[in-house]
């Protein structure tokens, strides 16, 4: 599925998702392994959760809709609106993005318990229709990288959403858009004959068979392979761990998340395939 023109070589990459994808304190995050290998300028776009919705509103692929206040955006300063869909900013309160609301730029933000939207510069006064779009700056800005795609581990169980907005994603990047997939992992909590494994393996399946070669199954790869492609040998606890179909436990900081050895492995099966994709 390589695809040649004239955005061939793309010397950026945008990693766009949750808490899987989001930096945390004292671990190497797969985009910082990843900048490292591929010697690229890597841009890590995750912030804990968020379901599909919403990171896909950041990255563009499903734009955020509001209802604005008195029905019009004034001709300067800030008015109140009220998310129609599910916000690109929550829960991270304190996080503005720059973009354009029906086309008229500026910010969007929380304050005062209450989405606002601040006009960047004055303008006519615009009246509006029943529903605004807010389409952030960064994703157009960023909508020719290469871009590594991940979420749905918080809202696992909404297969259809997820896949909605993974399609919507890679539609919004045009015939020359370049994109891997990411799988869903599960939690040492949710292993087989539990309806919330049986919900994740269902979903990879799926992503597996719509995307084929530009899907990663991380979570199955880390259970067959993770500790043998890392040169480790298992501990009696990763071995409980494979044996309950469970990313193994010397792989990851936490119940669900991976630690530096884990990510360094997501960013070499990451690269490799960007390679073998020719991108």
Not at 106 to 134: I, N, Q
Request: charged share 25%.
């Amino acid at each position: 599925m390589s695809q040649a023109g004239d955005l061939a070589t793309v010397s950026q990459i945008s990693c766009w998702g949750d808490s899987m994808t989001e930096r945390h304190p004292g671990v190497e995050s797969f985009t910082d392994a990843l900048a490292k290998l591929t010697g690229r300028t890597v841009h890590n776009f995750g912030i804990s959760d968020q379901i599909s919705t919403q990171v896909a509103a950041r990255q563009g692929g499903h734009p955020a809709k509001f209802l604005v206040e008195w029905g019009r955006i004034p001709s300067e300063g800030g008015v109140v609106i009220a998310p129609l869909t599910f916000s690109p900013i929550m829960p991270k309160v304190e996080l503005e993005l720059t973009g354009t609301l029906s086309d008229v730029p500026g910010k969007l933000l929380y304050k005062g318990g209450v989405h606002w939207f601040e006009r960047a510069t004055p303008g006519p006064e615009k009246p509006l229709g029943e529903a605004s779009v807010f389409m952030p700056s960064l994703a157009l800005e960023r909508r020719n990288d290469v871009q590594i795609l991940w979420w749905g581990r918080r809202n696992y169980l909404e297969t259809e959403r997820i896949l909605a907005d993974f399609r919507l994603s890679c539609t919004f990047l045009g015939q020359h858009g370049r994109a891997l997939i990411i799988g869903v992992v599960n939690s040492p909590g949710k292993t087989p004959g539990s309806m919330e494994h049986a919900a994740i393996v269902n979903l990879n399946d799926r992503l597996r068979d719509e995307y084929k070669d530009r899907f990663f199954d991380v979570r199955s790869y880390m259970i067959r392979s993770g500790l043998k492609d890392a040169g480790m040998s298992p501990s009696s606890g990763d071995i409980a761990d494979i044996e309950n179909d469970v990313p193994p436990r010397s792989l990851r900081f936490d119940v669900i998340h991976y630690n530096d050895i884990g990510n360094q492995l997501i960013a070499r099966k990451l690269n490799e395939m960007i390679n073998e994709q020719g991108w």
